[in-house]
């Protein structure tokens, strides 16, 4: 008998040709067991210590990939901890010089259509709450709109670069700056701040928005839903 691992990264080593073999539709395909058996050749030390000896190698690297991601997630996890503490610090103490003022004194709130439109495989981008992650727009799986739906849900406002978008549902507390160059219209759920930037610098007011104070000045003033949470935008 094989070394159970030693024939693990062997079939990892002809998987493409087990794939390009497999029988049926697309994503319906399958490799005979008769086929495997009598059609594929694979090459092996017959002694089993050589065999563990180079499955020894495999292991141990994942073994210190396994290692890195958990100490880079605790790294992040660190950095992230101490970066809410220096806003909390920053935010929770009125220093000399700084007022306080209404946010529609400062700029002007807009929110995008309650629907969606139909989305299609390129144009502009319809920008959802799941594309906010971490104070950014992330654009993984992104979804866009036909130009003539693009003008028809931008008719209350067009975002540009430097908006703040964030989401007034569900995802309470996820602030993000427009970028340059991205083209987008608001989807639903998703809010957007425009500042007087003689006022307020807009990566500023992210900074307020997710500092902990903040979040919990949002947290006694959101609706309470059966559902979800809300902030009302008025």
Same mark, same amino acid.
């Given at each position: 008998m094989f070394f159970d691992d030693f024939f693990g990264y062997m079939l990892i080593k002809i998987e493409d040709e087990i794939t390009s073999s497999g029988e049926?539709?697309?994503?319906?395909?399958?490799? #005979?067991?008769?086929?495997?058996?009598?059609?594929?050749?694979?090459?092996? #030390?017959?002694?089993? #210590?050589?065999?563990?000896?180079?499955?020894?190698?495999?292991?141990g690297a994942f073994e210190r990939?396994?290692?890195?991601?958990?100490?880079?997630?605790?790294?992040?996890?660190?950095?992230?901890e101490l970066f809410e503490s220096y806003l909390n610090n920053v935010f929770s103490q009125k220093e000399e010089g700084w007022e306080e003022k209404q946010i529609g004194d400062l700029g002007d709130v807009f929110d995008g259509p309650h629907a969606t439109p139909e989305t299609v495989d390129s144009g502009p981008i319809f920008l959802g709450i799941s594309t906010l992650h971490d104070e950014k727009i992330v654009l993984g799986e992104t979804r866009h709109v036909t130009d003539i739906d693009y003008e028809k849900w931008t008719r209350r406002v067009k975002p540009r670069a430097g908006d703040i978008v964030f989401s007034y549902e569900t995802r309470l507390g996820q602030p993000a700056l427009i970028p340059e160059g991205l083209e987008c219209c608001l989807g639903r759920r998703m809010g957007l701040v425009r500042l007087d930037r003689k006022k307020v610098d807009p990566r500023f007011f992210v900074c307020m928005y997710v500092s902990p104070p903040f979040r919990k000045y949002l947290a006694d003033r959101s609706i309470r839903g059966a559902t979800v949470d809300r902030i009302p935008l008025k």
């Open positions: 049926g539709t697309s994503g319906q395909t399958e490799l #005979p067991r008769k086929k495997l058996e009598q059609e594929f050749y694979i090459q092996y #030390p017959t002694s089993r #210590p050589e065999q563990k000896r180079i499955v020894a190698i495999p292991d990939i396994d290692t890195a991601i958990a100490n880079t997630q605790k790294n992040l996890a660190n950095a992230r």
